[in-house]
Protein backbone atom coordinates (compact mmCIF):
# COMPACT_ATOMS: atom_id res chain seq x y z
CA UNK A 1 0.00 0.00 0.00
CA UNK A 2 1.36 3.37 -0.84
CA UNK A 3 1.95 5.91 1.77
CA UNK A 4 2.19 9.53 0.84
CA UNK A 5 1.77 11.96 4.11
CA UNK A 6 3.48 11.54 7.06
CA UNK A 7 3.17 13.62 10.04
CA UNK A 8 6.23 14.79 12.20
CA UNK A 9 4.59 15.76 15.93
CA UNK A 10 7.19 18.40 16.85
CA UNK A 11 5.11 20.29 19.47
CA UNK A 12 6.85 19.51 22.76
CA UNK A 13 8.63 21.16 25.51
CA UNK A 14 11.66 19.41 25.40
CA UNK A 15 12.06 19.11 28.99
CA UNK A 16 14.71 16.91 29.48
CA UNK A 17 17.34 19.01 27.43
CA UNK A 18 16.63 22.40 29.56
CA UNK A 19 18.10 24.79 29.18
CA UNK A 20 19.30 23.76 25.57
CA UNK A 21 15.58 23.75 24.21
CA UNK A 22 14.31 26.56 26.46
CA UNK A 23 14.02 29.00 22.99
CA UNK A 24 15.41 26.19 20.22
CA UNK A 25 13.14 23.10 19.45
CA UNK A 26 14.47 20.10 20.60
CA UNK A 27 14.36 18.56 16.80
CA UNK A 28 16.52 21.57 15.40
CA UNK A 29 19.79 19.64 17.79
CA UNK A 30 22.17 18.73 15.77
CA UNK A 31 23.52 15.21 15.42
CA UNK A 32 27.07 16.10 13.81
CA UNK A 33 26.08 18.61 11.41
CA UNK A 34 22.21 17.97 10.65
CA UNK A 35 18.99 18.74 12.98
CA UNK A 36 16.96 15.70 13.92
CA UNK A 37 13.91 16.70 12.05
CA UNK A 38 16.28 16.45 9.09
CA UNK A 39 16.81 13.05 9.29
CA UNK A 40 13.44 12.11 10.15
CA UNK A 41 12.63 13.59 7.05
CA UNK A 42 15.07 12.21 5.10
CA UNK A 43 13.74 9.01 6.47
CA UNK A 44 10.22 9.63 5.12
CA UNK A 45 11.71 10.95 1.61
CA UNK A 46 13.40 7.96 1.40
CA UNK A 47 9.70 5.50 1.81
CA UNK A 48 8.48 7.62 -0.90
CA UNK A 49 6.50 10.16 1.72
CA UNK A 50 6.13 13.56 -0.23
CA UNK A 51 3.59 15.33 1.99
CA UNK A 52 4.75 16.13 5.30
CA UNK A 53 3.13 17.66 8.35
CA UNK A 54 4.69 19.22 11.29
CA UNK A 55 2.85 19.73 14.36
CA UNK A 56 4.33 22.62 15.95
CA UNK A 57 3.85 24.67 18.61
CA UNK A 58 4.94 28.37 20.09
CA UNK A 59 8.94 28.88 19.51
CA UNK A 60 9.34 26.20 17.22
CA UNK A 61 9.60 28.47 13.94
CA UNK A 62 13.00 27.43 13.20
CA UNK A 63 12.14 24.00 11.64
CA UNK A 64 9.72 25.88 9.33
CA UNK A 65 12.83 27.91 8.50
CA UNK A 66 14.99 25.19 8.53
CA UNK A 67 12.61 23.45 4.76
CA UNK A 68 12.77 27.01 3.09
CA UNK A 69 14.91 28.88 1.52
CA UNK A 70 17.52 31.26 2.98
CA UNK A 71 18.23 34.22 0.84
CA UNK A 72 20.88 35.88 2.28
CA UNK A 73 22.62 33.01 3.15
CA UNK A 74 21.92 31.51 -0.27
CA UNK A 75 23.23 34.79 -2.16
CA UNK A 76 26.15 35.12 0.04
CA UNK A 77 27.74 31.53 -0.76
CA UNK A 78 26.74 32.02 -4.51
CA UNK A 79 28.58 35.15 -4.25
CA UNK A 80 31.84 33.95 -2.89
CA UNK A 81 31.52 30.27 -5.51
CA UNK A 82 30.58 27.92 -2.78
CA UNK A 83 28.37 25.77 -4.76
CA UNK A 84 29.12 22.75 -2.40
CA UNK A 85 28.06 24.71 1.28
CA UNK A 86 25.24 26.17 -0.97
CA UNK A 87 23.83 22.12 -2.08
CA UNK A 88 24.12 21.67 1.56
CA UNK A 89 21.73 24.85 2.37
CA UNK A 90 19.21 23.99 -0.56
CA UNK A 91 18.70 20.30 0.56
CA UNK A 92 15.58 20.09 2.10
CA UNK A 93 14.13 22.60 -0.29
CA UNK A 94 11.16 19.99 -1.46
CA UNK A 95 8.32 20.99 -4.40
CA UNK A 96 5.86 23.94 -3.38
CA UNK A 97 3.24 22.81 -1.29
CA UNK A 98 4.84 19.56 0.36
CA UNK A 99 5.40 20.91 3.49
CA UNK A 100 2.27 21.93 6.15
CA UNK A 101 2.57 23.32 9.32
CA UNK A 102 -0.17 23.27 12.25
CA UNK A 103 -0.38 24.37 15.81
CA UNK A 104 -1.12 22.39 18.71
CA UNK A 105 -1.45 25.01 20.80
CA UNK A 106 -0.95 23.41 24.45
CA UNK A 107 1.42 20.06 24.77
CA UNK A 108 -1.24 17.84 25.24
CA UNK A 109 0.41 14.60 24.56
CA UNK A 110 1.67 12.89 21.08
CA UNK A 111 -1.83 11.56 20.76
CA UNK A 112 -3.64 15.30 21.04
CA UNK A 113 -0.53 16.58 18.68
CA UNK A 114 -1.37 13.68 16.01
CA UNK A 115 -5.21 14.91 15.98
CA UNK A 116 -4.59 18.09 15.58
CA UNK A 117 -3.69 17.06 12.14
CA UNK A 118 -6.88 15.53 11.31
CA UNK A 119 -8.00 18.09 8.77
CA UNK A 120 -4.57 17.64 6.82
CA UNK A 121 -5.50 13.67 6.44
CA UNK A 122 -7.85 12.11 4.26
CA UNK A 123 -9.00 8.47 4.63
CA UNK A 124 -5.78 7.38 3.61
CA UNK A 125 -3.23 5.36 6.34
CA UNK A 126 -0.22 7.93 7.54
CA UNK A 127 3.28 7.42 8.80
CA UNK A 128 3.94 9.40 11.93
CA UNK A 129 7.76 10.05 12.77
CA UNK A 130 9.14 11.17 16.12
CA UNK A 131 12.15 13.34 15.39
CA UNK A 132 14.21 12.20 18.75
CA UNK A 133 13.94 8.68 17.65
CA UNK A 134 16.53 8.84 15.17
CA UNK A 135 17.17 5.38 13.15
CA UNK A 136 20.85 4.47 12.18
CA UNK A 137 20.62 4.28 8.38
CA UNK A 138 16.97 5.45 7.44
CA UNK A 139 14.99 2.38 6.36
CA UNK A 140 12.77 1.49 9.02
CA UNK A 141 9.53 3.54 7.86
CA UNK A 142 10.36 2.41 4.35
CA UNK A 143 10.56 -1.22 5.47
CA UNK A 144 7.29 -0.89 7.34
CA UNK A 145 5.35 0.54 4.72
CA UNK A 146 6.43 -2.52 2.51
CA UNK A 147 4.79 -5.12 5.20
CA UNK A 148 2.12 -2.88 5.78
CA UNK A 149 -1.75 -3.70 4.76
CA UNK A 150 -4.36 -2.58 6.97
CA UNK A 151 -4.79 -1.28 10.60
CA UNK A 152 -1.81 -0.34 12.88
CA UNK A 153 1.82 -0.96 12.66
CA UNK A 154 4.26 0.58 15.16
CA UNK A 155 8.04 -0.28 15.34
CA UNK A 156 9.01 -2.15 18.38
CA UNK A 157 12.24 -3.08 20.33
CA UNK A 158 13.44 -5.13 23.02
CA UNK A 159 14.17 -3.11 25.95
CA UNK A 160 16.02 -3.54 29.43
CA UNK A 161 13.26 -4.31 32.32
CA UNK A 162 14.33 -1.68 34.06
CA UNK A 163 13.48 0.92 31.10
CA UNK A 164 9.57 -0.12 30.69
CA UNK A 165 8.47 2.74 32.48
CA UNK A 166 9.65 5.61 29.84
CA UNK A 167 7.76 3.38 26.73
CA UNK A 168 4.56 2.35 25.18
CA UNK A 169 4.92 -1.28 25.92
CA UNK A 170 3.02 -4.09 23.83
CA UNK A 171 1.49 -7.37 25.03
CA UNK A 172 3.06 -9.65 21.87
CA UNK A 173 0.78 -12.42 20.26
CA UNK A 174 1.57 -14.75 17.28
CA UNK A 175 4.52 -13.98 14.91
CA UNK A 176 3.58 -13.29 11.55
CA UNK A 177 7.03 -13.73 10.67
CA UNK A 178 10.50 -13.15 11.75
CA UNK A 179 9.93 -9.32 11.77
CA UNK A 180 6.37 -8.77 12.54
CA UNK A 181 4.57 -9.29 16.21
CA UNK A 182 0.75 -9.21 16.38
CA UNK A 183 -0.16 -7.08 19.01
CA UNK A 184 -2.77 -8.08 21.33
CA UNK A 185 -2.29 -4.99 24.13
CA UNK A 186 -0.76 -2.44 24.79
CA UNK A 187 -0.02 0.10 27.41
CA UNK A 188 1.58 3.21 28.32
CA UNK A 189 4.39 4.05 30.73
CA UNK A 190 3.65 0.95 33.12
CA UNK A 191 5.29 0.15 36.03
CA UNK A 192 8.06 -2.87 35.64
CA UNK A 193 6.07 -5.09 37.82
CA UNK A 194 2.97 -4.24 35.58
CA UNK A 195 5.08 -4.24 32.02
CA UNK A 196 3.48 -6.85 29.41
CA UNK A 197 6.71 -7.81 28.36
CA UNK A 198 9.89 -5.54 27.49
CA UNK A 199 9.07 -5.01 24.31
CA UNK A 200 8.86 -1.19 23.70
CA UNK A 201 7.11 1.18 21.01
CA UNK A 202 9.49 3.46 19.13
CA UNK A 203 8.44 6.53 17.61
CA UNK A 204 7.76 4.99 13.90
CA UNK A 205 4.01 4.64 13.07
CA UNK A 206 1.34 3.64 10.77
CA UNK A 207 -1.70 4.59 11.94
CA UNK A 208 -5.45 4.46 10.58
CA UNK A 209 -7.75 6.71 9.76
CA UNK A 210 -10.29 5.30 12.44
CA UNK A 211 -7.63 6.50 15.21
CA UNK A 212 -8.53 10.07 14.45
CA UNK A 213 -11.97 9.56 15.22
CA UNK A 214 -11.04 7.31 18.50
CA UNK A 215 -8.17 10.68 19.41
CA UNK A 216 -11.37 13.12 19.01
CA UNK A 217 -13.13 11.39 22.20
CA UNK A 218 -10.07 10.43 24.25
CA UNK A 219 -9.12 11.52 27.99
CA UNK A 220 -5.68 12.33 29.07
CA UNK A 221 -4.23 8.63 30.46
CA UNK A 222 -0.45 8.79 31.34
CA UNK A 223 1.65 11.66 32.59
CA UNK A 224 -1.95 13.58 32.21
CA UNK A 225 -1.66 13.61 28.23
CA UNK A 226 -3.57 12.20 25.62
CA UNK A 227 -1.79 9.15 24.35
CA UNK A 228 -1.64 7.87 20.90
CA UNK A 229 -0.66 4.41 22.23
CA UNK A 230 -4.10 4.59 24.10
CA UNK A 231 -6.01 4.90 20.88
CA UNK A 232 -4.16 2.71 18.82
CA UNK A 233 -5.04 0.45 21.88
CA UNK A 234 -8.54 0.64 22.00
CA UNK A 235 -8.59 -0.50 17.96
CA UNK A 236 -7.41 -3.72 18.59
CA UNK A 237 -9.64 -6.34 17.86
CA UNK A 238 -11.44 -4.40 15.20
CA UNK A 239 -8.72 -3.78 13.34
CA UNK A 240 -4.76 -5.61 12.80
CA UNK A 241 -2.43 -4.07 15.02
CA UNK A 242 1.10 -5.43 14.54
CA UNK A 243 4.41 -5.04 16.04
CA UNK A 244 7.45 -4.17 13.25
CA UNK A 245 11.04 -5.26 14.87
CA UNK A 246 12.77 -3.20 12.75
CA UNK A 247 16.90 -4.07 12.70
CA UNK A 248 18.53 -0.47 12.57
CA UNK A 249 20.23 1.08 15.34
CA UNK A 250 18.07 3.17 17.39
CA UNK A 251 19.09 6.31 19.42
CA UNK A 252 16.95 8.14 22.26
CA UNK A 253 17.92 11.91 21.19
CA UNK A 254 15.38 13.20 23.25
CA UNK A 255 17.40 11.93 26.35
CA UNK A 256 21.08 13.07 26.72
CA UNK A 257 22.84 10.11 26.75
CA UNK A 258 21.03 8.96 23.80
CA UNK A 259 21.75 12.12 21.84
CA UNK A 260 25.84 11.92 22.95
CA UNK A 261 25.80 8.31 21.79
CA UNK A 262 24.36 9.53 18.75
CA UNK A 263 26.40 12.33 17.42
CA UNK A 264 30.13 9.77 18.32
CA UNK A 265 27.74 6.79 16.26
CA UNK A 266 27.28 9.38 13.43
CA UNK A 267 30.80 11.26 13.11
CA UNK A 268 32.76 8.07 13.57
CA UNK A 269 31.00 7.36 10.21
CA UNK A 270 32.26 10.32 8.63
CA UNK A 271 35.19 9.94 6.60
CA UNK A 272 37.26 13.06 7.45
CA UNK A 273 36.50 12.75 11.35
CA UNK A 274 36.59 9.02 11.88
CA UNK A 275 40.12 8.71 12.06
CA UNK A 276 41.07 11.37 14.69
CA UNK A 277 37.53 10.85 16.70
CA UNK A 278 38.50 7.53 16.73
CA UNK A 279 42.05 8.02 18.34
CA UNK A 280 40.88 10.80 20.71
CA UNK A 281 38.05 8.71 21.97
CA UNK A 282 40.92 5.82 22.76
CA UNK A 283 43.30 8.35 24.66
CA UNK A 284 40.80 10.50 26.30
CA UNK A 285 38.09 8.08 27.37
CA UNK A 286 39.40 4.83 27.11
CA UNK A 287 42.68 4.77 28.40
CA UNK A 288 41.64 7.68 31.36
CA UNK A 289 38.81 5.44 32.68
P1 LIG B 1 8.51 13.44 24.14
O1 LIG B 1 7.76 13.21 25.40
O2 LIG B 1 9.73 12.65 23.91
O3 LIG B 1 8.93 14.96 23.97
O4 LIG B 1 7.53 13.31 22.93
P2 LIG B 1 8.83 16.20 24.89
O5 LIG B 1 7.60 16.21 25.71
O6 LIG B 1 9.06 17.36 23.99
O7 LIG B 1 10.15 16.03 25.77
P3 LIG B 1 10.42 16.01 27.33
O8 LIG B 1 9.93 14.67 27.81
O9 LIG B 1 9.71 17.18 27.94
O10 LIG B 1 11.90 16.14 27.41
C1 LIG B 1 7.86 12.64 21.72
C2 LIG B 1 7.55 13.53 20.53
O11 LIG B 1 6.22 13.97 20.54
C3 LIG B 1 6.16 15.37 20.42
C4 LIG B 1 7.53 15.89 20.87
O12 LIG B 1 7.81 17.14 20.25
C5 LIG B 1 8.46 14.77 20.47
O13 LIG B 1 8.90 14.93 19.15
N1 LIG B 1 5.08 15.90 21.27
C6 LIG B 1 4.97 15.53 22.56
C7 LIG B 1 4.19 16.81 20.72
O14 LIG B 1 4.27 17.17 19.53
N2 LIG B 1 3.21 17.33 21.52
C8 LIG B 1 3.07 16.96 22.82
O15 LIG B 1 2.15 17.49 23.48
C9 LIG B 1 3.98 16.05 23.35
Known sequence: MKIKKAIFPVGGLGTRFLPATKSMPKEMLPIVDKPLIQYAVEEAANAGIDQFIFVTSRGKSAIENHFDHSFELENNLLSKGKRQTLKTAQEMLKIPGSF?????????????????????????????????????????????????????????????????????????????????????????????????????????????????????????????????????????????CMGYKFSEERFDCGSKLGFIQANIRFSIERPEMKQNLKSWLEREIVSKN
Open 100 to 240: AYVRQQEPAGLGHAVWCARHLIGDEPVAIMLADDLIYGGNTIKEMIANYNSGNMLAVMDVDKKDVSSYGVISPGNLIDNNITEILGLVEKPSTENAPSNMAVVGRYIIEPAVFDVLEQQNRGASNEIQLTDAIASRIGSSN
